[in-house]
Nanobody, 126 residues
């Protein structure tokens, strides 16, 4: 059974940074594409960034371009989201998702990912 566990959230001031981690267990991590989504209070969940199974292809949504970086370490079954220059509007629950896709592509739709974590809260104060 595949499990997804996020960590690294917290409270920071505007301009600060956080590194979110996502550990995927119970499957062959190197065959999974991974993505980060977020959901702010009262808003729909939105795509933040995604990375292909090998790590060779990444895509960051406009909201995070120039500030967020997604990466992965297949030897550690872990994906990361480095968030820099955080803004109050980045406040949300951040979810990691994984889906079997053993080739070079990144999808931004929720339905492309089968396995989801419980989320980690990121709060940015002004």
């Amino acid at each position: 059974q595949v499990q997804v566990v996020e960590s690294g959230g917290g409270s920071v001031q505007a301009g600060g940074s956080l590194r979110l981690s996502c550990v995927v267990s119970g499957g062959v991590f190197s065959t999974f594409a991974v993505a980060w989504f977020r959901q702010a209070p009262g808003k729909e969940r939105e795509f933040v960034a995604g990375i292909s199974a090998s790590g060779g292809t990444t895509y960051v949504a406009d909201s995070g371009k120039g500030r967020f970086t997604i990466s992965r370490d297949n030897a550690k079954n872990t994906a990361y989201l480095q968030t820099n220059s955080l803004k109050p509007e980045d406040t949300a629950v951040y979810y990691c998702a994984a889906g079997f896709r053993p080739f070079e592509s990144v999808r931004a739709t929720e339905t492309s990912y089968t396995y989801w974590g419980q989320g980690t809260q990121v709060t940015v104060s002004s």
